[in-house]
């Protein structure tokens, strides 16, 4: 059995403004993404096949963050507290609360992403999977971050490395934060750097994206604690489970559709 270690989750302090590990966290996942993002343009501007220009990537990067923080929280607010937003409708601009979802988060990146793509003039598939590509340095981060503040913890369990939460009551738990940012952060840029090496068609790295984090979030939601105020939606069935269920089938058919396509183009030429 292990201790949480119980890490303050302020890092430091200036003044009255206290900065949080989480929020490092993210600064720090953004920062990577944003290297690995200027490596990638880099390169390609050496080979002639540069995805944006530097000044449009820092543009891009500006419309994820606001993609993540609007969609995160509208997505939080109707997956999983839409009666007690509605009843307080006042309360869906009080983030100091908490309160964000990934799938919501998720969206929001997609439709701003897309709205960038469209003005301009860049295929979306182009700016989707250099924006993948970078997405799992993020939420590796995040879960990290998650941990440290002994948040979204696991369910109970007697594995030799279950662990006891201070908000989780005397029960020893998965650390499943920890399990996520292996699966949803290095396992899964490890996949999608594999799968770019290969040559891929293009949109490939985002849908590949989609369907990792779908398959991976479903397999550590068995261990996962779910959320207290909504517990199982059908069976043993979490609402985590529930919104990745999607990504994974439209995923694979998605890959799937783009593999063939490339293949009748190569067998008509």
């Not at 966290?25 to 343009?41: E, N, Q, S, T, V």
């Not at 860049?122 to 590509?133: F, M």
Request: aromatic content about 14%.
């Amino acid at each position: 059995m292990l201790v949480h270690p119980s890490i303050d989750p302020v890092a430091f302090s200036i003044g009255p403004l206290a900065v949080r590990w989480y929020g490092l966290m993210y600064l720090a996942g953004f920062g990577l993404a944003w290297w690995l993002g200027m490596r990638r343009i880099t390169a390609g501007k050496d080979a002639g096949l540069a995805p944006v220009t530097r000044a449009q990537f820092d543009d891009m990067l500006f419309l994820a963050v606001i993609g993540v923080i609007l969609g995160g929280r509208l997505g939080y607010v109707l997956f999983y507290k839409p009666a007690e937003y509605l009843a307080q409708p006042l309360k869906i601009f009080a983030v100091w609360e908490g309160g964000m979802s990934f799938h919501g988060g998720l969206l929001g990146v997609i439709v701003a992403l897309f709205w960038f793509s469209q003005r301009q003039g860049i295929p979306a598939y182009q700016v989707a999977d250099l924006a993948a590509a970078a997405t799992p340095i993020g939420l590796g981060f995040g879960r990290i971050g998650n941990f440290i503040n002994g948040e979204l913890y696991g369910r109970a369990t007697d594995v030799d490395w279950c662990m006891v939460f201070p908000n989780g009551g005397p029960a020893c738990r998965h650390p499943s934060q920890l399990y996520e940012a292996g699966l949803e952060g290095i396992f899964l840029f490890t996949l999608l750097w594999v799968v770019a090496k290969t040559i891929p068609p293009p949109g490939t790295l985002f849908w590949s994206f989609i369907t990792g984090y779908g398959l991976c979030r479903m397999i550590v939601e068995f261990v996962r604690e779910p959320d207290a105020h909504l517990g199982f939606i059908i069976g043993s069935f979490s609402m985590g489970q529930l919104l990745s269920f999607p990504m994974v089938v439209v995923g694979v058919f998605m890959l799937a559709l783009g593999y063939q396509r490339r293949a009748l183009m190569q067998a008509k030429s």
